[in-house]
Nanobody, 123 residues
Framework: QVHLVESGGGLVQAGGSLRLSCAAS????????IGWFRQAPGKERTFVAG????????YYADSVKGRFTISRDNAKNTVYLQMNSLKPEDTAVYYC????????????????WGQGTQVTVSS
């Protein structure tokens, strides 16, 4: 069992940066693949970035490549999403999720979800 809590969201102007954190509880956190997803109003939840247990495998959605960076600190049971050069279309609720399938990019591949954190990018 893994309990996830996101933080770090907020309001930022286009071109700005935010760093999201996903804090986890549970002794087996380090064994999970962690993914970040986002959901804009009226739209489906979509994959943003994922990282395997030791950070050796990292993958991004094309829409965020070169702007977002995912990382993890297993000693702190935390995964981060550094978001730079933010655009208004990045506005969404951002969720972190834990699962076991390497390089998974679909919602159904993840077993545990946080409550989400709102990111709003103004133009």
């Amino acid at each position: 069992q893994v309990h996830l809590v996101e933080s770090g969201g907020g309001l930022v102007q286009a071109g700005g940066s935010l760093r999201l954190s996903c804090a986890a509880s549970g002794r087996t956190f380090s064994s999970y693949v962690i993914g970040w997803f986002r959901q804009a109003p009226g739209k489906e939840r979509t994959f943003v970035a994922g990282i395997n247990w030791n950070g050796a495998s990292i993958y991004y959605a094309d829409s965020v490549k070169g702007r977002f960076t995912i990382s993890r600190d297993n000693a702190k049971n935390t995964v981060y999403l550094q978001m730079n050069s933010l655009k208004p279309e990045d506005t969404a609720v951002y969720y972190c999720a834990a699962g076991g399938r390497l390089r998974a990019t679909v919602v159904g591949a993840y077993d545990y979800w946080g409550q989400g954190t709102q990111v709003t990018v103004s133009s």
